[in-house]
C-alpha cells in the first residue's frame, strides 16, 4: 500500500483558506487519494476523494498534482468547527481491505 | 451518505468483564465491516476485518480469542472484549462499506476498564 506523510500541525485563521498537502510519492495507478478527518472524540468524517482529476464538493477541494505524487486539501473559508485531525489515505477503489490511517495533520482554526 | 451506528457510546466495566460493542448499518447492507481502534493521541489502528458469514481476519498482533467479531447478519457486526483489563481501554470505532467509493464509520465507543 501506497504510504502517505503529512505535516503533524497546522494553523489557519478563521475564514482564511486552509490548504493542507499530503505526498504520496509511492501511489499506484489504480489506488485514490481519500481525505477523512476526525473531531476529537468522534469517527472519522468522510470528505473528498479523487483519482487525478481535481475534485470539489460542498466540503472541499482536492487538487492532486499531474504526477499524482502528492495533493493538497483545501478547505475554502475555515470555521472553528473544522479543527480537527486531517488524515489523507490512498487506496485501490472498492478495496477497503487495509485501509490504514496515517498520523494525519492537526488543523487549528484560530479566531 | 450511508449512516453507520455504533452502540454504545461509553461503557465502564471492572476488569476481567466481557463487554460488547454493536455496529449496525442503518440503511445499507454491509458484507464487510471493519474494526478499529485509538489510543489517546494516537491514530485509528485497524484491528480486523469483519466478514458477513464468516470468521473476521485479524491484523498481526490482535489477539482473536481476546476480540471476538461476529458479523451475523449484513446490517450487524458486534465486537466483544473478553476479560477485559485496563489496558484494553480505549475508542473502538467500527466502519462498513455500501459497496460504493467511500467507507464510512460509526461514532466511536469509548472502554473505560476499571
Known amino acids: 500500500d501506497a504510504k502517505t506523510t503529512q505535516p503533524p500541525s497546522m494553523d489557519c485563521a478563521e475564514g482564511r483558506a486552509a490548504n493542507l498537502p499530503c505526498n504520496h510519492s509511492?501511489?499506484?495507478?489504480?489506488?485514490?487519494v481519500y481525505w477523512y478527518r476526525q473531531i476529537h472524540s468522534q469517527g472519522p468524517q468522510y470528505i473528498i476523494h479523487?483519482?487525478?482529476n481535481n475534485e470539489t464538493n460542498e466540503m472541499a477541494s482536492l487538487i492532486i498534482t499531474e504526477d499524482r505524487k502528492s495533493s493538497t486539501l483545501i478547505l475554502p473559508h475555515a470555521t472553528l468547527r473544522d479543527t480537527a485531525v486531517y488524515y489523507c489515505?490512498?487506496?485501490?477503489?472498492?478495496?477497503?481491505?487495509?485501509?490504514?490511517f496515517g498520523s494525519g495533520t492537526k488543523l487549528n482554526v484560530k479566531p | 451518505g450511508a449512516v453507520v451506528s455504533q452502540h454504545p457510546s461509553w461503557v465502564i466495566c471492572k476488569s476481567g468483564t466481557s463487554v460488547k460493542i454493536e455496529c449496525r448499518s442503518l440503511?445499507?447492507?454491509?458484507?464487510?465491516m471493519f474494526w478499529y481502534r485509538q489510543f489517546p493521541k494516537q491514530s485509528l489502528m485497524l484491528m480486523a476485518t469483519?466478514?458477513?458469514?464468516?470468521?473476521?481476519?485479524?491484523e498481526q498482533g490482535v489477539e482473536k480469542d481476546k476480540f471476538l467479531i461476529n458479523h451475523a447478519s449484513l446490517t450487524l457486526s458486534t465486537l466483544t472484549v473478553t476479560s477485559a483489563h485496563p489496558e484494553d481501554s480505549s475508542f473502538y470505532i467500527c466502519?462498513?462499506?455500501?459497496?460504493?467509493?467511500?467507507?464510512?464509520f460509526g461514532s466511536g465507543t469509548q472502554l473505560s476498564v476499571l
Open positions: 466502519s462498513a462499506s455500501e459497496g460504493g467509493e467511500k467507507l464510512f
Open positions: 509511492t501511489i499506484s495507478g489504480n489506488e485514490y
Open positions: 479523487g483519482l487525478k
Open positions: 489515505i490512498v487506496r485501490a477503489i472498492y478495496n477497503f481491505n487495509k485501509f490504514y
Open positions: 440503511d445499507f447492507q454491509a458484507t464487510t
Open positions: 469483519s466478514n458477513e458469514g464468516s470468521k473476521a481476519t485479524y
